[in-house]
């Protein structure tokens, strides 16, 4: 059995379009527990801060909406007693990186005000604040939009209803596992499914910071919101449970 956090420094070389890469970060979700020396919970509503997760979701976060087996990390959303429940983890303080190739092999949940979403957002975001820190979100998922994915960019420049976003039409998204990649470098950012290139962030304005903050560490997130400004306002209680399955992540360093 792999352990579930492998970091290796020369390992097989890949390439992404082009560009040579060598595996930097793996999780595989071996064993039976999530690890928590890579991964956070966050738990509750968001508040007092960020009550509704600061997107009026409904869900709550615990520590019991998912399981770790057969090498796969399942989250499921719940609906019970009149309680929205889920998970989100992050690898903040505790895995992150500066420029790559990032991607997870998933399959998605369904049904109206589900949200799943595989996303990173700046290290420094203690400090500055969101958006300010930046955020690149790799794949979202809306269910009241079958058929669809969002890449995402978030900017103090463009954020909110951003304007740096590709919605993405995919006739069967929703059956099976897809693999969804950003691929990061000093200039540019591009977003994939399945090795199709789908949108490519870029800007001659490196310097200014509210437009490119993408020049700093970036950490992990992976959670199943419900409801919320984008996952809903409608939620249809008819679906649950429904599961966001994640088989692994993993991120490559650009060889120079």
């Not at 979403?117 to 975001?125: K, Q």
Request: charged share 25%; proline share 4%; net charge negative.
């Amino acid at each position: 059995m792999k352990p579930s956090l492998v970091i290796v420094l020369f390992l097989s070389i890949f390439s992404c379009k082009g560009q040579d890469t060598e595996l930097l970060w793996e999780e595989n979700f071996d064993g039976n527990t999530l690890n928590e020396s890579v991964w956070n919970f966050e738990l509750g509503y968001g508040c007092p801060n960020l009550c509704g997760w600061g997107n009026n979701e409904l869900q709550e976060y615990t520590k019991t909406n998912h399981k770790v087996a057969n090498g796969l990390l399942t989250i499921t959303a719940k609906h019970e007693d009149s309680v929205y429940s889920s998970t989100r983890i992050t690898t903040k303080n505790k895995f992150q990186f500066k420029y790559g190739k990032i991607e997870a092999r998933a399959k998605l949940p369904v049904g109206k005000g589900l949200w799943p979403a595989f996303w990173m957002l700046g290290s420094n975001i203690d400090k500055v604040g969101w958006p300010k820190c930046g955020e690149i979100d790799i794949l979202e998922y809306v269910g009241k939009e079958p058929h669809k994915i969002f890449n995402s960019l978030h900017t103090q420049n463009s954020h909110g209803n951003t304007i740096n976003t590709k919605k993405t039409k995919i006739d069967k998204i929703e059956e099976g596992f897809h693999i969804y990649t950003a691929n990061w470098t000093e200039t540019k950012i591009e977003f994939f499914v399945d090795n199709e290139l789908l949108y490519t962030f870029a800007t001659d304005e490196l310097e200014n910071d509210n437009i490119w903050p993408f020049n700093q560490s970036f950490y992990v997130i992976l959670n199943l919101a419900i409801g919320g400004n984008f996952g809903g306002p409608e939620v249809d209680d008819s679906i649950f449970p429904q599961e966001f399955v994640i088989d692994y992540i993993k991120v490559y360093k650009h060889k120079n």
